[in-house]
Every structure is written in structure tokens, then in C-alpha cells.
Antibody, heavy 119, light 111 residues
Framework: EVQVVQSGAEVKKPGESLQVSCKAS????????IGWVRQMPGKGLEWMGI????????RYSPSFQGQVTISVDKSISTAYLQWSSLKASDTAMYYC????????????WGQGTLVTVSS | QSALTQPASVSGSPGQSITISCTGT?????????VSWYQQHPDKAPKLMIY???NRPSGVSNRFSGSKSGNTASLTISGLRADDEADYYC???????????FGTGTKVTVL
């Protein structure tokens, strides 16, 4: 059974760093891209970026390029989304999801990680 | 890359059919058969309902169907039920550097 499980909610202060994780199981982790999606409070879904665990090739939406870093540790089938300096505007729910590459859609989603940035 | 355009809300009575539109451009919806639809209940993760324009994943009711004409894709829900009440988002692959784009989202209300 395919499962995608994200790390728990985080409360941080502006300027702090953060890494949230996304652990996949039940399939060959290195054979499927993993994407990240942001949902700000009361707003819609925004695609942030995607990474191929097989070779760590990462692609970013221009809106998020330079703002976050997507990485993987294939030894533990886990993808990461990280910030070096959080802003209040980073407050949102973040989802990771497996991309079914040949069809360009996201078939399995994590439960989401709520990130709250407040002084 | 702008978000795909969806109506903010659509409503219908139980048992009726509703259709949600998703309008893009020839660089996304119109250019590829890579349109997908997601259902999101409050405080839940999105769930894939339709992929590649008109395919349903295993376990998704056949009351959900998808189609596309030109730059506009559509999701139809037939036999509307109370638990269909949710937000729905379309998504498309795009030839722009963004790679993917989501729709603005549609709130479906069952009257």
C-alpha cells in the first residue's frame, strides 16, 4: 500500500530555519517524482516544485525559486522542503504528493504540514 | 503563469448534475491531455478524482467524469450527494517554466 506521511505542525519565528519531511513507502521511491504544494489560509493550491529521488533533479516554480529548497534522502525514502529564513507570509499548509510521471498528476498525497510563522 | 480559471462556486440539489469549468490556454489545458481534478474537503488533503482529462482512479465513483474542449476542461458530478460538498481544483501540465498550474478552485455546495 502506497503511503505518504509528513512531519508534524511547526510554529516558528521570523528569520528561523525549518525543514519539513515527507516519508514515502509502499513503492519504489526512486522511480517517481515528489512534488510540494502550498495552501495559504483560506486560499487555493499552489505548485511549488518537484524532485526526482533517483538523481535529486529538482525543478521549482518561478514563484518559489530561491525561496525554498527541495531535497531527498533516498536511503530513508524521504523528501524535504526547507527554508533558511522564514517570513510571516510562509504561514501555510504544505502538502507533498507523489507524481505519476507519465500522466503528470499527483496520485498520493501526504496529510499536510501546517507551518505557522509568528513573532 | 496565471492560475487556471474556475468559477468560485457551483451549487446543486441532491441527485442533480453539476459541471465545473477550468479555462486555461494553449500552453496548458489546450496543449496537453494532462488535466487532472482534485477534491478537497475542509481540513483534508486533496484527493485525485480525474487524471488525463477523463480517467478515474480506482475507487472513485463513476458519478465523476471529465472532458475537454479547446482550452477549457470540465468536471461533471452526476447524482449529486451531500458528501460531494467540497472544494474542487483542476490542474494541468504547462509548457512554461512552472511545469504545473492549478485552478483557482470551486466550492461545490449541495443545497
Amino acid at each position: 500500500e502506497v503511503q505518504v506521511v509528513q512531519s508534524g505542525a511547526e510554529v516558528k519565528k521570523p528569520g528561523e530555519s525549518l525543514q519539513v519531511s515527507c516519508k514515502a513507502s509502499g513503492y519504489s521511491f526512486t522511480s517517481y517524482w515528489i512534488g510540494w504544494v502550498r495552501q495559504m489560509p483560506g486560499k487555493g493550491l499552489e505548485w511549488m516544485g518537484i524532485i526526482y529521488p533517483g538523481d535529486s533533479d529538482a525543478r521549482y516554480s518561478p514563484s518559489f525559486q530561491g525561496q525554498v529548497t527541495i531535497s531527498v534522502d533516498k536511503s530513508i525514502s524521504t523528501a524535504y522542503l526547507q527554508w533558511s529564513s522564514l517570513k510571516a507570509s510562509d504561514t501555510a499548509m504544505y502538502y507533498c504528493a507523489r507524481e505519476y510521471g507519465s500522466g503528470n498528476y499527483f496520485d498520493y498525497w501526504g496529510q499536510g504540514t501546517l507551518v505557522t510563522v509568528s513573532s | 503563469q496565471s492560475a487556471l480559471t474556475q468559477p468560485a462556486s457551483v451549487s446543486g440539489s441532491p441527485g442533480q448534475s453539476i459541471t465545473i469549468s477550468c479555462t486555461g490556454t494553449s500552453s496548458d489545458v489546450g496543449g496537453y491531455n494532462y488535466v487532472s481534478w482534485y477534491q478537497q474537503h475542509p481540513d483534508k488533503a486533496p484527493k485525485l478524482m480525474i487524471y488525463e482529462v477523463n480517467n478515474r482512479p480506482s475507487g472513485v465513483s463513476n458519478r465523476f467524469s471529465g472532458s475537454k474542449s479547446g482550452n477549457t476542461a470540465s468536471l461533471t458530478i452526476s447524482g449529486l450527494r451531500a458528501d460531494d460538498e467540497a472544494d474542487y481544483y483542476c490542474s494541468s501540465y504547462t509548457s512554461s517554466s512552472t511545469l504545473y498550474v492549478f485552478g483557482t478552485g470551486t466550492k461545490v455546495t449541495v443545497l
